[in-house]
Every structure is written in C-alpha cells, then in structure tokens.
C-alpha cells in the first residue's frame, strides 16, 4: 500500500515562487520512481516532472528552466521547486509513485488526492 500526501498548493502572483511537497508513506511497496503530475481546468493531466530512486530526472517542455524536481535520499519525499509562474502553471498538482509490490512483484502506480496551484496575473 502507499499513500501520497502533497502540499504547498496556493494562490501565487505571475512571476512568483512556490514549493510543493509530496510525502509517501509505503507497506510492501518498492518504489522506483516518482513524479509531479499537473491538471487544468478541462484540461489532461500531463506530466511536469519525474524522478528515479537513482536521481535520473526529466522535465516537460513547459518546466524545463522554471521548475525543479527533488527528492530526499531514500526516495519518500519529491519536491517540486517552481519559478517565474505564470497563469498556465494554474492547475491541480498531483503526486505520483511507480514500483512493484513486494512479494507478488507486481508493477503499480498510486497518485495522491493533489493540491491546488493558482497563478494570479
């Protein structure tokens, strides 16, 4: 089982900073790699940003230069560092973990209830 808890989702002003957060709590779950998913209104949810447990990163289009993706020593914490935002980034930020379950080896991925980032002009 895992549970993803994010936070740090807020109201900001374009040009702004904001730093997002997502913890994951793990039972019989080997995590491999996480990423910060994002959703606008009536929009898909895309990828921002992922990570692997050996720090192999890689960033959509539209993070690359302005966001930044972390994430502590054993892989239970990501972060999500973003710069300059803009009204585009306005969306629901959603956590995410791929690994297999431990014992059945069984691949899955799990996504958190995600925090909402507004980006006033």
């Known amino acids: 089982q895992v549970r993803l808890v994010e936070s740090g989702g807020e109201l900001a002003q374009a040009g702004g900073s904001l730093r997002l957060t997502c913890v994951a709590s793990t039972r019989m779950f080997h995590i491999n790699s996480m990423a910060w998913y994002r959703q606008a209104p009536g929009k898909s949810r895309d990828l921002v940003a992922d990570?692997?447990?050996?720090?192999?990163?890689n960033y959509a289009d539209s993070a690359k230069g302005r966001f930044t993706i972390s994430k502590d020593s054993g892989l239970n914490a990501i972060f999500l560092r973003m710069n300059a935002l803009k009204p585009d980034d306005t969306a629901v930020y959603y956590c995410?973990?791929?690994?297999?379950?431990?014992?059945?080896?069984?691949?899955?991925?799990?996504w958190g209830q995600g925090t909402l980032v507004t980006v006033s002009p």
């Open positions: 995410n973990a791929k690994g297999f379950e431990v014992g059945t080896g069984r691949t899955r991925e799990h």
């Open positions: 990570i692997t447990r050996n720090g192999d990163i």
